[in-house]
């Protein structure tokens, strides 16, 4: 074949253009970028700060809530009041006044009565009602709504679910923002502010994936990584007699704060330890929530496996390596 | 060897040095933060966001009670006579207390019948001088003027050794003023309805190279306590060089939420024939 110089010069020229449009096309495909933020978290977070202020089981009016309300909520589950299946919540309502300020013990039994609910008081320092010395300023008043409790100085109240563990292994995410509001106090109301933090982890996409389950019958899917898992986690049941929690286990214990209100949902246990070890070299997993009809085990027949028209009788949790 | 093999080498190699130039530059651009506002072709969406707080702050107020009357009824009384006959003339102190404890950025409450403004309070976090007409900032920009801190100070940016303690600018809206200081800028006024000027703003030290290399101007942003009204057409060039392109306006209520970045819950006062309104901004 003759070498033909001007041949290849006359191709380039040719094939210049093309291989420009060529460039030119990449160049916009990777410049292109869609950027869709949905923002759930933020959204579901302002969305309840909604329904709570209006709950009339909490609130004494709109956005001020009762005292008494709250503290007898402190005793139930929160979850009651208001539940999002992919997030659990905890919120936290804060009086934004300063301390009462206290000569002696005496002068803070009407603030522990209001503020702790106390009608059994106990003073001084090693009871649940007293009168704080302090060293530089003002001594305030200061009171324990149970003996586990830590000290508060002013109105305060905790509901809801807080993944404990999570000062050990991080919740995958968590969100909170905070709100204005009041607390009603004889015929006014005190200002105060309430803040949600919602959290997305392990337990609240298993419970999820669990309900998902149960009332689509269909079947849900759950990936984690192992560092993802709560520390101590080795199992995830129903707890208690009453049944209407599920819990993450460590042994027989459950683990503190990894509760979540699901009730009426028939679940098998899921033994998490047995599967970690069935492969330990493994970092990524899947927990798939099967919706049955009959009893079976993992992985669960066919037949088993509910359909459309079928009662579901149990959630079967299946772990797998990914 | 053929030298339709050699030929076509050639071009092999071309093609994958063209590609490897174009990957780099495209990493480039999206990986530094010098590069990365270059503003790609790009599609974003995103959700607004909900916004209550004005409004449970009005639910909050319509349950307070100040002078063993409640916030709403002395706010009708005021509305329908005046502050001095009502006898609410502690209202605004009691509200401005009240709304500072939930540390809010920024808000306004007021009474107004119409364009009336009766009362109105407002935060003070970040305003100065002696009748805080003054915003605390980084610089003042084009339309305000430096003014003295008065009784109300501003932060302290540092404290140099052995000198006095530096706050930072208590700047005032006042374009006369300004146009008076030596070698002012040219002002202009720009946003939808006029309400700001175009000014310096803040930008890097590296915001002119950037513009030489891509050709395309930086986004200015507003010196601090300023409404950002984007970078109009009207702010760049001729205009004053091309050194005030950020379209800034004051911080009022009704600028911000006219910007979008507060949101205000407004509440009817009705007493037989008047109609007023409890206007309650917050972000």
């Not at chain 1, 110089?5 to 291989?19: D, K, N």
């Not at chain 1, 409790?149 to 909170?176: A, C, H």
């Not at chain 1, 923002?177 to 005190?190: Q, R």
């Not at chain 2, 050709?215 to 950002?228: F, I, L, M, N, P």
Request: aromatic share 10%; glycine share 6%.
């Amino acid at each position: 074949m003759k070498f033909d110089v001007m041949a290849i010069v006359m191709f380039l020229l040719r094939m210049g253009p093309a291989i420009l449009f060529v460039f030119f096309m990449m160049l916009m495909f990777f410049s292109f970028k869609v950027d869709v933020r949905e923002n759930t978290m933020e959204r579901f977070v302002f969305e309840l700060s909604d329904t709570v202020t209006s709950d009339t089981r909490l609130v004494a009016d709109e956005s001020v809530f009762s005292p008494e309300k709250l503290t007898a909520a402190e005793q139930a589950e929160i979850e009651q009041y208001a539940q999002n299946c992919d997030f659990g919540y905890q919120i936290d309502i804060e009086a934004s006044t300063g301390p009462t300020v206290c000569g002696s013990d005496n002068d803070c039994s009407g603030f522990c009565g209001n503020v702790c609910g106390l009608t059994t008081l106990d003073m001084g320092i090693t009871g649940n009602c007293n009168c704080n010395l302090e060293v530089f300023g003002a001594d305030f008043c200061e009171c324990k709504k149970t003996s586990d409790r830590e000290w508060q100085d002013s109105y305060k109240w905790r509901l809801g679910y807080m993944p404990t563990s999570m000062f050990m292994s991080n919740p995958i995410v968590e969100t909170s923002s905070k709100f204005p509001v009041g607390i009603e106090m004889s015929d006014t109301a005190l200002p105060a502010t309430m803040e949600i933090t919602a959290y997305d982890a392990f337990l609240t996409r298993i419970s999820c994936a669990t309900a998902k389950a149960f009332h689509t019958k269909e079947k849900f899917v759950m990936k984690f990584a192992t560092n993802q898992l709560p520390f101590g986690a080795t199992a995830f049941r129903r707890s208690g007699t009453a049944g209407t929690h599920v819990c993450l286990y460590n042994g027989n214990d459950p683990l503190a704060g990894e509760c979540r209100y699901l009730p009426n949902i028939p679940v098998e246990d899921l033994d998490i330890l047995a599967g970690l070890l069935s492969s330990a070299r493994n970092s990524k997993w899947q927990v798939t929530a099967y919706p049955l009809k009959t009893s079976s085990a993992c992985p669960p027949d066919a037949s088993a496996i509910a359909g459309r028209s079928d009662t579901v009788s149990t959630i079967l949790l299946c772990m797998e390596d990914v | 060897m053929n030298i339709s093999d050699t030929f076509w080498t050639l071009i092999l190699t071309m093609f994958v040095a063209a590609m490897i130039i174009l990957g780099t530059l495209i990493w480039l651009q999206i990986t530094l933060p010098f590069f990365s506002t270059a503003d790609p072709v790009s599609y974003s969406i995103e959700f607004v966001h909900v916004v209550n707080k004005p409004f449970m702050i009005a639910e909050v107020l319509a349950h307070v009670k100040f002078d063993d009357r409640t916030v709403f009824e002395q706010s009708i009384e005021t509305s329908v006579t005046s502050l001095q006959n009502a006898q609410t003339t502690g209202l605004p102190s009691y509200l401005s207390s009240y709304l500072d404890k939930y540390e809010l950025r920024e808000y306004e409450i007021a009474i107004a019948n119409g364009n009336n403004v009766i009362m109105s309070v407002e935060s003070t976090e970040s305003k100065c001088g002696d009748n805080l007409e003054g915003w605390c900032s980084d610089s003042c920009g084009v339309g305000r003027v430096q003014i003295s801190s008065g009784s109300y100070r501003c932060p302290i940016l540092y404290v140099p050794e052995g000198g006095a303690p530096i706050e930072k600018d208590c700047c005032k809206d006042d374009i006369p003023a300004y146009q008076s200081l030596p070698n002012p800028k040219d002002v202009r006024s720009c946003g939808p309805s006029g309400q700001g000027v175009c000014s310096e703003g803040k930008r890097p030290f590296y915001a002119r190279v950037y513009e030489l290399i891509w050709g395309t101007s930086w986004k200015y942003e507003c010196e601090e306590s300023r409404v950002d009204l984007g970078n109009p057409p009207e702010c760049g060039p001729p205009l004053n060089g091309g050194n005030t392109r950020a379209c800034c306006a004051p911080m009022t209520a009704d600028n911000q939420v006219d910007a979008g970045i507060a949101v205000r819950a407004i509440v009817p006062l009705l007493y037989k024939q008047s109609v007023a309104t409890l206007e309650v901004t917050a972000r």
